[in-house]
């Protein structure tokens, strides 16, 4: 009951801000889900805070799925397949969160026919490229996205105003290899930053890079296993130069996770799931 499953196809009849569809502010759309803020890509579910939501891109926590500021998220659209919502009574294999889980997952590319893609929008521009590695049997995905609002500020003549910075960038790639009939391995990750500064004088800086490999193996019709190497990596930096004055701090979370799971499908009515 507790559970929203999101397409992405059905986000392209939603309106956008400044021409970004956001998966983010999608889910802000759902009931029992309450936006942090005007135009803030945060969320409250059921009356939890913002902070009490884990969100896993390809089982990886991402900890701040925000660019500039919250204004938009750091998921690109062009690059994920579907999403999960689970607003209450999250199941054991995610480890428990006190509001609810957001499960991400990226487009596994195409192993048949080459694709590029691309846009240009208001504040940013996108490219995504896939295509098999080898016909049939690996394919990859690549998906990058950066803002240009950062070339606009260096055209001004005023020096207080061209010498300040803001964009945000961010990457995603996955690849995966079919191993024979019974085996197969995924490599994905993410690498996102976002830089604002004023001048000389002040500068933030903050950014999530993740990464996941994953083989799956078939033992039978009904039992199969996916084993799991996971990294996650969260960090900010602020710096204030002023004279005599200047300092920084910087700031990190790094996860390292190995997650093993097995499903059995008894029947077509049920189906066991253990893992650790």
Not at 214 to 228: D, M
Not at 263 to 276: K, P, S, V
């Amino acid at each position: 009951m507790s559970v929203e499953k999101i397409a992405i196809a059905e986000t392209k009849n939603i309106p956008v801000l400044l021409g970004e569809r956001d998966i983010l502010k999608t889910i802000q759309l759902l009931p029992g889900v309450k936006s942090a803020g005007e135009g803030n890509s945060g969320f409250y579910v059921r009356g939890g805070a913002s902070d009490q939501n884990l969100i896993l891109l390809d089982e990886a926590p991402v900890y701040n799925a925000s660019h500039l500021l919250g204004f938009f998220s750091t998921f690109n659209s062009d690059a994920i397949k579907d999403v999960t919502l689970y607003k209450g009574g999250m199941p054991a294999q995610y480890g428990g969160r006190l509001s609810s889980v957001v499960d991400i997952k990226m487009n596994d590319g195409n192993n048949q026919d080459y694709n590029v893609s691309g846009g240009i929008g208001l504040i940013s521009a996108k490219l995504n490229v896939e295509g098999p590695i080898q016909k049939d049997k690996s394919s990859f995905l690549v998906s990058a996205r950066r803002t240009y609002a950062d070339v606009f500020l260096k055209l001004s003549p005023d020096s207080s105003i061209n010498k300040n910075t803001l964009y945000f960038y961010d990457l995603n790639a996955k690849m995966n290899y079919i191993l024979g009939s019974k085996d197969r391995l995924y490599l994905s990750g993410y690498f996102g930053r976002d830089n604002l500064g004023v001048g000389e004088t002040f500068g933030i800086g903050w950014g999530n890079g993740t990464g996941t490999l994953r083989w799956n193996h078939i033992f039978s019709n009904k039992l199969f296993s996916n084993t799991s190497l996971i990294f996650s990596n969260y960090d900010y930096k602020i710096r204030i130069r002023n004279g005599s004055n200047d300092f920084s701090i910087f700031s990190q979370l790094r996860d390292w996770n190995f997650k093993e799971e097995f499903q059995w499908y008894l029947n077509t009515r049920n189906n066991i799931r253990i893992g650790f």
